[in-house]
T-cell receptor, first 112, second 112 residues
Framework: AQKVTQAQTEISVVEKEDVTLDCVYE???????LFWYKQPPSGELVFLIR??????QNEISGRYSWNFQKSTSSFNFTITASQVVDSAVYFC?????????FGAGTTVTVRA | DTEVTQTPKHLVMGMTNKKSLKCEQH?????MYWYKQKAKKPPELMFV???????INESVPSRFSPECPNSSLLNLHLHALQPEDSALYLC???????????FGPGTRLTVT
C-alpha cells in the first residue's frame, strides 16, 4: 500500500518569503516515482516534477527546488522568493506504476 | 504540446439524465485516466486505460461507465447519478505507468 502525508494543511506567507512544503511517503516497492503537482484556483492540475526512487539528486528549476531523501522517505519542495502567482494547492504524489496516490495537499497563500 | 482537453467545462444534470464527459489528448500517450475530485480533497482515481484496455477500475459504481474509442479519446458515460456525485472530474494521460500524468482542465459536474 502507498501512503503520502503532507502534514501542512495551509501555509500563508508574504511575497518574497521562501516556503517549504513537506512530503513524507510510505511504500514497500523498491521502484517507485514521486511527483509534485500544483492546482491553482482555476482547478487544473499542473505537473511540476517527477523523481524515480533511484535518483536522489536534488533539483532546481527557477525558483523551485526539490529535496529527495530516501533515508527519511521525504520529498520536500521549496519555493524561493514566493510570488502571488504561486498561490495554489500543492499535491505530492507517489506511484509504483499507473496508480497515483496523492497526499491531502497543502494550500499556499502568498500575500502581496 | 502537453495538452489534454475536456468537454464540457460545466455540466448540470438531473438524477434521471444520461450524459457523457469527453477527453482528448494528442501527445501519443498510451495511458488515460479518470479522476474524481471533491472540494478541498485530492483527486481520487476512478479508471485507468492502458493501450485502450481498461486496466484499473477502482470499484466505481456502475452508474459511471468509461469508454476508450481509440488511443486519443476517453469518454465517461453518466447515468442515474446521485447528488453526492457532484464533483470535478479530471482526465489525465501519460506515456505509460510511472510517467508523469498530464491533466485536463476538468468538468465541473452538478447533479440536481
Amino acid at each position: 500500500a502507498q501512503k503520502v502525508t503532507q502534514a501542512q494543511t495551509e501555509i500563508s506567507v508574504v511575497e518574497k518569503e521562501d516556503v517549504t512544503l513537506d512530503c513524507v511517503y510510505e511504500t514497500r516497492d523498491t521502484t517507485y516515482y514521486l511527483f509534485w503537482y500544483k492546482q491553482p484556483p482555476s482547478g487544473e492540475l499542473v505537473f511540476l516534477i517527477r523523481r524515480n526512487s533511484f535518483d536522489e539528486q536534488n533539483e532546481i528549476s527557477g525558483r523551485y527546488s526539490w529535496n529527495f531523501q530516501k533515508s527519511t522517505s521525504s520529498f520536500n519542495f521549496t519555493i524561493t522568493a514566493s510570488q502571488v502567482v504561486d498561490s495554489a494547492v500543492y499535491f505530492c504524489a507517489l506511484s509504483p506504476d499507473y496508480k497515483l496516490s496523492f497526499g491531502a495537499g497543502t494550500t499556499v497563500t502568498v500575500r502581496a | 504540446d502537453t495538452e489534454v482537453t475536456q468537454t464540457p467545462k460545466h455540466l448540470v444534470m438531473g438524477m434521471t439524465n444520461k450524459k457523457s464527459l469527453k477527453c482528448e489528448q494528442h501527445m501519443g500517450h498510451r495511458a488515460m485516466y479518470w479522476y474524481k475530485q471533491k472540494a478541498k480533497k485530492p483527486p481520487e482515481l476512478m479508471f485507468v486505460y492502458s493501450y485502450e484496455k481498461l486496466s484499473i477500475n477502482e470499484s466505481v459504481p456502475s452508474r459511471f461507465s468509461p469508454e476508450c474509442p481509440n488511443s486519443s479519446l476517453l469518454n465517461l458515460h453518466l447515468h442515474a447519478l446521485q447528488p453526492e456525485d457532484s464533483a470535478l472530474y479530471l482526465c489525465a494521460s501519460s506515456q505509460r505507468g510511472g510517467n508523469e500524468q498530464y491533466f485536463g482542465p476538468g468538468t465541473r459536474l452538478t447533479v440536481t
